[in-house]
């Protein structure tokens, strides 16, 4: 019913810059909070950053002053820019959108299928 569809990774430089877009589309009355989340090999699913529909935002800690995230609500769309790329940024980057269907609906998550970052010399 709801698809999230991610673009934008792939391998840089420590130091590097890259930026993660996310669509989502199909059955979708309204999107709350979006967000970004990331898994490193042999980890847990983490949050990197979240924005609601008005805007505020969420940052981890470690990637405070270095990612930003944005959001264009007439075009269901979340994106992450990420500077100053460290190698432990390095996993796949999955993009997840708490979506309500119809109005009288409560919301469900969707997540993307992921994209991966790697970041290294």
């Known amino acids: 019913q709801v698809q999230l569809v991610e673009s934008g990774g792939g391998l840089v430089q420590p130091g590097g810059s890259l930026r993660l877009s996310c669509v989502a589309s199909?059955?979708?009355?309204?999107?709350?909070?979006m967000g970004w989340y990331r898994q490193a090999p042999g980890k847990e699913r983490e949050l990197v950053a979240s924005i609601t529909s008005g805007g505020s935002t969420n940052d981890a800690d470690s990637v405070k002053g270095r990612f930003t995230i944005s959001r264009e609500n007439a075009k269901n769309t979340v994106y992450l820019q990420m500077n100053s790329l460290k190698p432990e940024d390095t996993a796949v980057y999955y993009c997840?959108?708490?979506?309500?269907?119809?109005?009288?609906?409560?919301?469900?998550?969707?997540w993307g299928q992921g994209t991966r970052v790697t970041v290294s010399s």
């Open positions: 199909g059955s979708i009355f309204r999107i709350n909070d």
């Open positions: 997840n959108a708490k979506v309500k269907i119809y109005w009288w609906t409560n919301e469900h998550d969707y």
